[in-house]
C-alpha cells in the first residue's frame, strides 16, 4: 500500500479534535505537507506523547471510589453550609424587619 494511502487512512481515522490538533502541529493542513514530513511530523507526536510498548499494553481495569464515610461527609458539610447560609440570611432580614418596625413608629410617634 502506497504511504500517502496510509497517511490519508489514518488521518480519515481520527477524531475531529485529533484531526484538528494534527493539523495545528502541521501548522496548516495535515495533507499540504509531503509524505516524508507528514511520517515524520506524526513519528515526533507519538514519541512525545510516551506512546511506548509499556503503554499499548493492556491496563487492570478498575473502578476509582470514594468512600463512602467521605462522601457522607462532604454531603453532611454541604448540607451544614446551606442551613448557615439560610440562618443567616434569616437573621439579617429579621434585623431588617426590626428596624423598620422601630421607623415606622418613630414616624407614628412624630406624627401624634
Given amino acids: 500500500m502506497d504511504n500517502w494511502i496510509i497517511l490519508q ?8 479534535i485529533s484531526r484538528d490538533h494534527v493539523d495545528a502541529a502541521a501548522g496548516g493542513a495535515f495533507f499540504s505537507l509531503i509524505i516524508e514530513r507528514a511520517t515524520t511530523l506524526i513519528e515526533k507526536m507519538v ?3 510516551g506512546w511506548s510498548d509499556d503503554r ?17 461527609a462532604m454531603k453532611i458539610d454541604l448540607l451544614l453550609k446551606k442551613f448557615e447560609n439560610y440562618f443567616q440570611d434569616k437573621a439579617q432580614i429579621q434585623t431588617l424587619q426590626t428596624f423598620e418596625a422601630r421607623m415606622m413608629l418613630d414616624i407614628w410617634a412624630m406624627t401624634v
Fill in 56 to 72: 499499548l499494553q493492556p491496563r487492570q481495569r478498575g473502578m476509582h471510589s470514594v468512600k463512602e464515610a467521605d462522601m457522607l
Fill in 47 to 49: 514519541s512525545n506523547q
Fill in 9 to 16: 487512512n489514518f488521518y480519515n481515522g481520527l477524531t475531529q
